[in-house]
């Protein structure tokens, strides 16, 4: 299974639609990686909206991916991220502190944009 | 009890079933989305930690009551059994950040956060049974 990353302009576009079972999740890092670098991108948003459920590990592959990405100069809002995800997150004790988020998928672009400057 | 099933870990998609199962199970019982959430994410932990580590195990689910001073109350039981190699170590496992497969070390000091109850018996050379409890509030 893999999971679908859109181009729009200088960013990519990601909406995490399925069951993340951790080979889908680390099968999406490399083809995150590999199509910043192809294209160029500067900035990446995931959406998070349909995901219902992070563990510990799905947790270190994003958390992963993020800094993979600031490494190669692409900046990436997480967004969506459900109340139920949210809370059992913080009481699993895992903290996605470095990782910019948004409420949802609009604001986390504009927030690319200001960041980027457009 | 009438709800009872049992999910072989063997590979990795085992993870996946099992939380399906365990999400499907806490919603019949009656769990909110926020109580699902955790008793599915324990349960991802719980399989993933048998598949890291051992060759095969399983995932029991079940669902409990028992009387309380408010009258009866239902919960989910979650029972993860292997065969491995046990864990030598048990204060090891439960501290936060404590990992040997370098993951975050979250696991089990986070499955016992996310649950109502958590007891583990490990005998080195064995195997491991975790059992946790969650009850509807």
């Known amino acids: 299974m893999r999971i679908p990353i859109l181009k729009l302009g200088r960013y990519l576009l990601i909406s995490v639609q399925v069951e993340l079972d951790d080979q889908t999740a680390l099968q999406f890092q490399e083809d995150l990686l590999n199509k910043i670098h192809q294209e160029g991108s500067l900035g990446v948003v995931i959406d998070l909206t349909s995901v219902d459920m992070i563990d510990s590990f799905i947790a270190k592959v994003i958390g992963d991916v993020v800094e993979m990405s600031s490494l190669m100069g692409a900046k990436v809002v997480l967004t969506g991220i459900q109340p139920a995800v949210a809370i059992t997150l913080i009481d699993m004790g895992v903290s996605l502190q470095e990782v910019q988020t948004a409420l949802d998928l609009e604001q986390g672009l504009e927030r690319l944009q200001q960041e980027l400057g457009g | ?137």
């Not at chain 2, 095969?56 to 009258?71: A, V």
């Not at chain 2, 292997?82 to 090891?92: A, T």
């Not at chain 2, 109502?116 to 491991?128: A, L, N, R, V």
């Open chain 2, 1 to 137: 009890m009438s709800n009872h099933s049992c999910i072989e870990i063997a590979n990795e998609w085992g993870i996946v079933s099992a939380r399906q199962a365990g999400r499907e199970l806490s919603k019949e019982i009656g769990f909110g989305s926020v109580d699902q959430a955790r008793i599915t994410t324990a349960i991802s932990e719980l399989a993933r930690n048998i598949y890291l580590y051992t060759e095969i195990g399983k995932i029991d689910l079940e669902e409990i009551s028992d009387n309380h001073k408010n009258g009866k109350v239902r919960g989910i039981k979650v029972v993860a059994s292997d065969k491995g190699p046990g864990i030598e170590n048990l204060r090891d496992v439960m501290i936060d950040g404590f990992t040997t497969s370098g993951g975050l070390g979250a696991g089990l000091p986070g499955v016992k956060r996310l649950m109502d109850e958590f007891d583990i018996e490990s005998i080195p050379g064995e195997g491991t049974t975790i059992t946790t409890i969650k009850w509807l509030r």
